[in-house]
Each structure stands twice: as structure tokens, then as C-alpha cells.
């Protein structure tokens, strides 16, 4: 009865409540950041999706490092515009020291994993963050990733699959389920589906993230705190919490702190 409710509430945070979340709007263009918005086909999920990399004016472009940010489930929606605007201004304060940006396409449901609609996960790995990194002229290896609720799901479930890769790994609200409420179909096809991504799981077995700077953050009123912090547990890392929700005006709130700690562990990165 208890684990049919927690999936209630769990399911309602990543339809209904997805709204809050969303403040799409373009890109801004301000004088210190430049906005490149382009159509990539993918020959994996047979489909164009719009990507946003964000540039920074001042520095060397090999020396920046690019950061890979996930957006969250984003409805009918365009993805990478939903956090353009809080990212673009994070980057501004943040100065000659701002890494260039990715805000990289996950379809409306994705949550950035391989499933029945496409290969998602195989796309961001083999095809949207080669073609970013090409296009951003950063240093192939000089890479970190992370992201917001559906994103920061992602985030941690693509750096887990591929240990060693990202300079630095964000899990932001991020949406982590568990066997009892694993919101199928929304977030996962099916049980099967759901234990080949789950982070609890796998954290149980060692931690995938081993010698990765690693930031994990969730807000008092978050439906995913207690999944959140077991997984931090898990891991033997420090998670944030913070007074908030899971909407919008709480990550975007913190998004200040989100960019300092990316372009400090890009920055630091050999």
C-alpha cells in the first residue's frame, strides 16, 4: 500500500509536476557568451534534435573543458531551451573562469538511456557529445556532465556506464527510483529495463564515480530526497540539501554554485 503511494506521488512529480520545472525561453546572447543553436541528425535514433552550446568569449577554447548539461523532462516542450536562460547567466557571472556548455536534446521522456522509443544513452556517448566537443573546440577528454531531475538521472547513470570519462559528474534533483516505484513507462519501458539503470544497485556494488569529483544536490521538499541521500550513502559522498522543492526556482536558485563546481573540477582536469 505504502510503496503504491510513494509511486503515485513519485509518477505525479515526473508528469504533472514537470510543469514547474519549465521556464523555456531562447537562448540570450549576451556580450560575454556565444549561443550556437543547431539541427544534428542522428543516425541512431533516425531523428534531428536542437542542440545549444554555449560559448564563452574570453579564453582559449582548449583550455575551457565543456560541460555536458542534461535537461529535465520537458513535456511538449523544446529540452536544452528550458535551462538555456539560468545556465547563459550562471556562465556570465562566472567569467573568464565559465567552461563552454552543451545543453544537449533528450527527447521529451528519455532520461538519456538506451529503451524501446531509441538508443538514447548510445546517442549522447557516440554522436551529441563528439559533435559538441567538435564544435566547441575543446579538448576530447577535458569533459564533465550533469543535470536537472530527469537530466541528473542521466547524468549519473551515463557517467556510471562509462567510468573515467567525465572530469566531474551532477546529479541536481535528480530523479533516482527504486524497484518499488520505478514509474514505468515514463522513466523506465519496464522492471527489466529499470535494473539495467539502477543507480542504487549498482552503487551498492562500488562506487562507479571512484576518483570523480562528484555533486549531488536535492532540495528539503523533494519527492527524490531520501533516494538521493541513500545514494550518497551508498557512495560514501556529501550530498547538498537545501530548502526547495522540485521545481525550477529551486535549481535555478543554485545554479551559481552548480557552474562554479563544473568549471573548478574542468579547470583542474589532466
Known sequence: MLAALVATLLAAALTVGVIA???????????????QIYVQRSALLKRSLEQILLLPREGRAAD???????HSRTGDLDG???????????????GPAAPAVLLLNGGKSSFFHDRADGPWGRYVQREAIPE?????RTKPGRLAIGGISMGGFGALDLAASRPGRFCAVGGHSPAILTSDNFAAPVAFDDAEDFARHDLLARARRGDPYRG?????DVGTEDPFRATTAQ?????HRKVHVWPGKHDGEYSRSHMDAYLRFYARALAACR
Open 64 to 70: 575551457r573543458g565543456l560541460l555536458v548539461f542534461l
Open 231 to 235: 545514494l550518497a550513502a551508498e557512495l
Open 212 to 216: 570523480t569529483p562528484l555533486w549531488l
Open 21 to 35: 520545472l519549465l521556464a523555456s525561453d531562447d537562448p540570450p546572447s549576451p556580450a560575454g557568451i556565444e549561443a
Open 132 to 136: 559538441g566537443v567538435r564544435r566547441a
Open 80 to 94: 536544452p531551451r528550458t535551462w538555456s536562460a539560468a545556465v547563459t547567466r550562471a556562465l556570465e557571472r562566472l
